[in-house]
């Protein structure tokens, strides 16, 4: 109802609620009509598709709906009408349908009218709803039996008797018993008799076909829409036999097609689109062109008969109609001239047949014989479509007399006796009151308010005469874990079945509650006083152990509430859910003593379930001491058994070890000997032994692993890669060394290769125990088996480096490690501060002074202080005892890389280069003590190698300027900052040497030390101090030497640069800032001296500051350069100007302004860009395009005009008018002078009024002389339009242009280009009188002489025609209709039809203006019909819109759902990890090589024994509920809402 069907069913809403006015205006009484939509939830409804339900609904359910009520001869109104009871008994009518049997008696058996009390129901059976009505279904005898007593009304149910005492039977409310059923009487004229031949072949109302999957099924006619083009081509078509009629009949016969049947359900929701075309092209046309001209049985065939005058005389239209319940399937009337043959809609795909009699059924018609009564074929039973697998129906006992039913089978279905449901099974549900359970739990509350909780009210009426709430605990019942531990499809299946069906048995038994309450009556004591305060009645839910009942259904009992006493429970078993309630076995009396019975011993069943509970407490308690008791003791016997064991197993190890150490080694001895003999060789030692840990010998994986693995442990372990080859090679290394060999000897004797689990380092680790003197090789086996892993050239330490690793550790094991990296590294960087650090900052060692030392003694501290306290692990040892050697080569290439003024001052400065070691790397220079000293950050060394030139540039540049004086001046950042400007100035110079100028001379001293300077560009926070010296300022003057290129390029400043003999730039110190932020430029012609002053706060100018103009200005050739560039192009000018004006007058440039002070107080360059565009821009702009010289001469008067008066033109700049942005023009004694002033020359000499305007209007006054030239023009034009508009409709009126209107508007008279406007007026009549339009309320008026009325309209109406173009824009269209255009208006008086248009060049035709003046009545006709079709069009579009809406909806509600569903799986599997990961053991601790870490640092668990470690895991994110929209709702709608929206522009839309 609210997903797929919800359009249709509001469609039907709002057709019952139109019924209910109908109905009650024709009776008068107000009386409701609606609904009963509960069917949409039948199972038998639902196994239908949807698009069968919604054509069920929309084609069958609202039509019988209409007929029923009003539509039918023998509906509810008619019977009412002549009934006065029946319409004094019925407040309500309301149709509803059931899947049960109806079994009627009266008429068609599957309807059935009953009233209950002031309801009348009509109830139709599921499966015959696919029916329309007809009146074989004998609706009025139904209704008439409803008073007449044929048909029984509900009855009244009888008095309940008392129940007598706890043994009393259970009470039952017997209803009156229904009438046997009574034969109804045939309807009169209506005989059963077998089809006719020309009875469509299946008389049977059609159920809807089943559709292919790409077909949709239409839910509107297509008449104005997809069918619109197809059933104008059928008419055509059809018209094609009118010749056949004409040569038979020997009169001109219309025929047609009536296209109402494509509105019919029938047709439009029988199949798609492109099937409804198909028939109606290949089935239709064929069929009724044969009906007219297939010889035989034909209307042709007439003409051979003696009808054939008759037919002549009575006939001058055929139509031909479709409908449904065509009597005989073909039918023909004779309706005025016109003669109406019908067909069943049956019919409508079947070729015509001789059977069908049209011929006879014609001339009957002709002679006024009525046709035979309707013969009325028996419907044959249709199958329904599909129908439910066995369902199981809940009996409902209501409180009136169940029909009697006609066969045993009817009674039996009826009584529909309740089985236990079957479960379904699975994982266990959980709870879903939001999710899964949502739609379950909704159904089942809404069954329970609408089933049971109305018969409950009015049994407790009946039976007690006062009403009883009921309510159901469903929250207790979603939450209780029995309940959640059910699947999610039982627990919907149980909600929606079992739990409503046994609600709804007991609540609706007059044998339950209404029969205790009734038992209260006799039993009195406090079985009357606990019933007479009840208000409410509860059905809870409880677990087993709660439920006491001992009678009747034993899962279910009584309760009395004694803390609220106006509340009573009915309380089930949650575990008996699915089991049956069977009312007439409840034993109400007795489960209702047993209920005072409890209540009364509340306290003592309590205690006693306590107790109970404690001893079963006490008891499991004692079975799990037991259990542990002996669960201790089997342990404690395992544990001694397993001792035992371990201590048997590690004597008989013992024993075996000493045999199995000898197999191992042996192999091994040999090689062994031979690294003994070459360390005693290197150490000078008379003793040395190497060996192996027992541990080794020992190992499990050498007695238990395969014999490949023994075999390649000892072979790696006598190969070249073995540990005790590199480590033979690292003490011969140390044995070099004086120190080392000295420190070995004395203290190591012995070394012997320990195995040990894991290793922190990736090569093995050496330790040296000072009091055994034993050196201990720490090595994995992993390291033994497969040396691979860490001394291949893939891994971070290379062949040669492991030596080197292994010699820094045993040094540092012999404590001299700082003085053996000293001895070496002094020999290697003593060499390079010789060769390489000296000659790159002076260039030759030989003959420097200069003294460069490391002072190695600055190390031993730090180094040993690091060493202390942790900070530097062994393995960088290696990397510290080589870093100074490339310390020292980046240093040199810093050197190499300094600035070439700081290495000037350190040549000059620096007598000795020191280097020393400390925590914080650093640069200094003392001028004072000559020292240039480097200090290195030690724990950094290795990481600062590769940064150390850039490092080492910077920081020496930052010392030389906070420690030293300059060279050329005193601040050494400005003396850089000078040298970098170095490429730019000599750039800039040669650029002047190249144009015959002198160099370009920067004094600095006078200004680099200021103080000023210094203030506004010595930043040292800055990345390059002065850096606007290297940068800007030098750019600045580039651009200074590019404008004197550009003067020396042209003639006069070419000549002018053999004066220039000095370029002199300084800076003014004491000022911040010149006018306009430019330097000041000076000339001494006498000298030949340039000079340019900065000021100190600005040493750029602006981008767009313009050196050639400034230059050309101070050197005095800037208005001769000016005049001989643009001489030609002033030239090219004047001869425009003389083409545009077709004479030859003098045209001058008065340049007088040149004179004056304003201008030449102007700067240079704003003197330029005036002077430049005066001489070709102004005066081309002013005179020389279509709105200047050209548009005064174009017309004939205009030229003779300004030849006869224009005898020159001068153009000048008046100096007075300096701001002025416009100009004058005069014309005195022939000479027409132009003035404007400096701005608006130098903006672009852009004007908003033209010349030409200002000349014909203002000058030479000879606008109205062009005016009436163009109205000359028009009028062979206009003499055209009068022909045409005869020729289409053989009338001739005159037709004129009302001229003065338009050119006295106002605004038309500001009109610039008038000529072309009046010209553009003559098209837009054009387009009034020829437009073809893409409708018909865009054509023009020849264009409508096909409209119905409108020639004779025309010729009698209009005299004359008189156009009027409103430059105003003052036509309103809007009074001819909501669709012609609103740009025109048509006014029809004494015969004058005057069309105003709007001027615009996007009109339309004015057809449909003038048919609205001289032809209404058709037009509006027209318009209504298309008022209907685009209303209709706007409806459907607004369904679509709804249903589109409403689908989008639902689809986001269930991937809310989806979503929901699929983050509560993600989480619950979350959770599981997270659960698993807060219980899972360190990998490390649990699986080491002997089963814990021993004297090893712990891994990633930190020592918690844990696999998370330190780093808990986070509890996973529970899932968001699901975000629902909102089921959208929407009134009823029909194309009336939207007529008021049927204009021109929704017309648009669709057509």
Excluded at 1443 to 1449: D, H, Q
Aim: charged residues 25%; proline residues 5%; hydrophobic residues 40%.
């Amino acid at each position: 109802m609210f997903t797929y069907l919800y359009m249709v069913s509001n469609k039907a809403k709002a057709a019952a609620t139109e019924e209910g006015k109908k109905l009650s205006s024709k009776v008068n009484k107000t009386i409701a009509v609606e609904v009963n939509w509960k069917f949409a939830d039948n199972s038998a409804f639902k196994a239908f598709s949807q698009d069968d339900q919604k054509k069920y609904v929309s084609d069958f359910l609202q039509p019988n709906l209409i007929a029923m009520v009003t539509g039918a001869p023998d509906s509810v109104a008619s019977i009412m009408s002549s009934n006065a009871g029946l319409a004094a008994a019925v407040d309500k009518v309301v149709l509803q349908y059931s899947s049960d049997a109806q079994n009627d008696v009266v008429g068609a058996s599957f309807v059935k009218c009953a009233l209950n009390g002031k309801q009348l129901d009509i109830t139709v059976e599921i499966s015959s709803m696919n029916k329309f009505m007809a009146a074989d279904w004998g609706f009025g005898s139904k209704l008439q039996g409803l008073v007449n007593g044929s048909a029984s009304a509900t009855p009244a149910p009888a008095a309940t008797p008392k129940v007598a005492g706890a043994a009393a039977p259970p009470v039952k409310l017997a209803g009156a018993a229904a009438p046997a059923p009574v034969k109804a009487a045939p309807v009169s004229g209506v005989v059963k008799m077998a089809p006719a031949a020309a009875t469509p072949s299946a008389s049977a109302p059609r159920l809807i076909p089943a559709q292919k999957p790409a077909e949709k099924i239409n839910s509107a006619s297509g008449k104005a829409t997809f069918l619109y083009m197809t059933l104008s081509k059928a008419q055509a078509a059809i018209k094609t036999v009118e010749q056949a009629l004409i040569s038979s009949f020997g009169k001109t016969l219309v025929v047609e097609l009536d296209t109402k049947f494509v509105d019919l359900p029938d047709f439009y929701g029988y199949t798609s689109q492109d099937n409804q075309k198909t028939i109606i092209t290949d089935k239709v046309v064929p069929s009724l062109k044969a009906v007219v001209t297939d010889g035989q049985d034909s209307i042709t065939s007439i003409a051979a008969s003696s009808s054939k005058s008759l037919f002549a005389s009575k006939v001058s239209k055929i139509v031909f109609k479709y409908a449904v319940g065509v009597p005989a399937g073909v039918s023909a009337a004779v309706n005025g001239t016109n003669l109406e043959i019908s067909f069943d809609l049956e019919l409508i795909e079947q070729p015509k047949s001789v059977s069908w009699g049209i011929a006879a059924r014609v001339i009957d018609a002709l002679n006024g014989v009525a046709p035979a009564a309707a013969a009325v074929v028996e419907p044959p039973l249709v199958k329904p479509i599909s129908s439910p697998t066995a369902s199981v129906t809940s009996s409902f006992v209501a409180p009136t007399a169940a029909p009697v039913s006609s066969t045993p089978a009817a009674a039996s279905a009826a009584a529909g006796a309740r089985v236990k449901r079957a479960k379904i099974g699975g994982a266990a549900g959980g709870k879903g009151k939001f999710t899964f359970l949502y739609t379950s739990l909704e159904n089942a509350k809404k069954k329970v308010n609408t089933d049971v909780v109305p018969v409950f009210t009015q049994l407790c009426q009946q039976s007690l005469g006062r009403s009883l709430a009921f309510e159901v605990d469903w929250e207790g019942l979603i939450n209780d874990d029995a309940f959640c531990r059910e699947s999610q499809a039982d627990q919907k299946a149980m909600l929606t079945t079992s739990i409503v069906d046994n609600i709804r048995a007991v609540m609706t038994s007059p044998n339950v509650i209404p029969a205790l309450f009734k038992a209260a009556d006799d039993e009195g004591g406090a079985f009357t006083e606990h019933l007479s305060q009840v208000k409410r009645i509860r059905w809870v839910f409880e677990p087993k152990d709660l439920i006491l009942s001992k009678h009747g259904v034993k899962f279910a009992e009584f309760n009395i509430c004694d803390k609220s006493p106006s509340d009573f429970e009915v309380r089930v078993n949650i575990g008996n859910l699915d089991d049956v309630i069977d009312p007439d076995n409840f034993e109400v009396v007795q489960k209702m003593y047993e209920a005072i019975d409890i209540s009364s011993r509340r306290d003592e069943i309590e205690a006693e379930r306590m107790r109970a509970a404690e001893e079963d407490r006490a008891r499991r308690a004692e079975e799990a001491r037991l259990m542990a008791e002996e669960a201790q003791r089997r342990s404690d016997a395992d544990r001694r058994k397993k001792a035992e064991e371990e201590e048997k197993r590690a004597r008989l190890e013992a024993e075996k070890g000493k045999e199995e150490r000898a197999a191992v080694v042996a192999p091994l001895r040999p090689q062994i000997a031979a690294y003994e003999k070459r360390v005693m060789a290197a150490v000078g030692l008379s003793a040395f032994t190497m060996d192996i840990d027992d541990f080794f010998v020992h190992d499990k994986r050498l007695r238990f692993k395969e014999i490949n693995y023994k075999e390649t442990l000892l072979k790696n372990m006598a190969g070249e890669k073995s540990v005790f080859h590199f480590l033979t090679l690292a003490i011969e290394a140390v044995a070099k060394i004086p120190l080392g060999k000295a420190a070995f000897a004395q203290k190591i004797t012995r070394v012997i290769l320990r195995c040990i689990p894991t290793c922190p380092s990736p090569y093995p680790d050496v330790n040296l125990h000072d009091d055994t003197k034993i050196l201990y090789m720490d090595c994995t086996f992993s390291h033994l088996f497969d040396p691979a892993k860490w001394t291949a050239p893939t891994v971070a330490f290379r062949e040669s480096e492991i030596v080197e690793i292994f010699k820094a550790e045993i040094l540092h094991d012999l404590g001299c490690e700082i003085e053996a990296g000293q001895w070496e590294a002094s020999l290697r960087s003593q060499q390079v501060l010789e060769s390489a650090v000296i000659p790159a900052l002076r260039g030759d060692a030989s003959k420097s002074k200069m003294q460069c030392v490391v002072q190695w003694d600055s190390l031993a501290p730090i180094y040993n202080t690091a060493r202390t306290e942790g900070w530097l692990p062994i393995r960088l040892l290696l990397a510290h005892f080589v870093v100074p050697e490339s310390i020292l080569q980046k240093i040199t290439e810093g050197c190499e890389g300094l600035n070439l003024v700081v290495k000037k001052i350190i040549m000059r400065d620096v007598k000795s280069f020191v280097i020393r070691f400390g925590t914080i790397s650093a640069v200094d220079i003392d001028p004072t003590k000559g020292i240039l000293e480097v200090t290195l950050n030690f724990m950094k060394l290795s990481l600062e190698v590769p940064q150390m030139r850039p490092w080492f540039i910077a920081q020496a540049h930052l010392a030389a300027i906070a420690k030293c004086t300059g060279i050329i001046v005193k601040t050494v950042a400005a003396e850089m900052a000078i040298q970098n400007a170095e490429p730019q100035l000599n750039q800039a110079n040669e650029i002047l040497k190249a144009n015959g100028f002198p160099v370009v001379t920067v004094s600095w001293a006078e200004f680099a030390d200021s103080t000023e300077f210094a203030s506004s560009y010595s930043d040292l926070g800055a990345k390059v101090p002065y850096s606007i010296i290297s940068g800007a300022f030098a750019g600045t003057l580039s651009t200074m030497a590019n404008g004197f290129m550009l003067v020396a390029k042209t003639q006069l400043g070419k000549d002018f640069a053999k004066r220039v003999k000095t370029i002199r730039v300084t800076v003014d110190p004491k000022t911040a800032q010149y006018p306009r932020q430019r330097p000041l430029i000076s000339w001494n012609d006498s000298t030949g001296e340039f000079t340019a002053k900065f000021a100190v706060g600005r040493l750029t100018v602006p981008e767009e500051y313009a050196w050639r103009p400034q230059l050309e200005k101070i050197f005095g050739i800037l208005l001769d350069t000016i005049r001989m560039e643009l001489a030609s192009k002033k030239t090219a000018v004047i001869n425009e100007m003389i083409k545009d004006f077709g004479k030859t007058i003098p045209i001058t440039f008065d340049e007088a302004f040149t004179k004056s002070t304003q201008y030449n107080a102007m700067d240079p360059e704003d003197m330029d860009r005036i002077m430049r565009p005066f001489l070709t821009k102004l005066p081309a702009s002013l005179f020389h395009s279509k709105e200047g010289l050209w548009k005064v001469v174009q017309l004939t008067p205009g030229q003779q005009a300004a030849h006869a008066q224009i005898t020159s033109v001068r153009v000048t700049i008046d100096p007075a008018r300096a701001d002025s942005n416009s100009f004058t023009l005069t014309l005195n004694n022939g000479e027409l002078l132009a003035t404007c002033g400096f701005q608006f020359a130098s903006d672009g000499c852009t004007t908003v009024e033209p010349v030409g305007y200002k000349i014909i209007n203002d000058i030479l006054k000879i606008r109205s002389q062009l005016e009436q030239f163009v109205v000359n023009e028009s009028v062979s034009a206009i003499q055209q339009l009068q022909k045409d508009i005869q020729s289409a409709f053989g009338v001739s009126v005159p037709v004129t242009m009302d001229w003065k209107n338009l050119i006295e508007n106002t605004k038309f008279a500001r009109e610039h280009d008038f000529v072309t406007k009046m010209r553009d007026v003559v098209s837009m009549l054009q387009t009034l009188v020829h437009k073809k339009g893409s409708n018909r309320w865009n054509n023009g008026l020849t264009l409508m002489g096909s409209a119905d009325g409108f020639t004779s309209g025309f010729k009698s109406a209009v005299k004359s025609i008189v156009f009027r173009v409103d430059y105003s824009r003052g036509a309103d269209g809007s009074k001819h209709g909501r669709f012609p255009d609103r740009e025109t208006q048509a006014d029809l008086k004494d015969g004058v039809l005057m069309i105003t248009a709007n001027f615009s060049d996007k009109l339309h035709g004015c057809g449909a203006h003038v048919e609205h003046v001289v032809a209404r009545d058709s037009a509006r006709r027209y318009e209504e019909d298309w008022i209907e079709k685009v209303a209709d069009q706007l409806q459907d579009a607004e369904e679509r819109r709804r249903a589109s809406e409403i689908e989008n909806t639902i689809r986001h509600n269930e991937s809310e759902q989806r979503r929901y569903e699929s983050d509560t799986q993600r989480y619950q599997r979350d959770v599981a990890d997270y659960q698993k990961k807060l219980t899972q053991k360190c990998s490390g601790c649990t699986n080491g090589y002997w089963g814990v870490h021993k004297n090893i640092k712990h891994g990633t668990c930190g020592g918690t024994g844990m696999a998370y470690g330190k780093n808990k895991p986070r509890y996973p994110t529970e899932p968001s509920p699901p975000r629902r929209s909102p089921m959208p709702t929407f009134p009823a709608i029909t194309s009336i809402n939207f007529k008021a929206q049927a204009n021109r522009e929704t017309l648009q839309q669709f057509n």
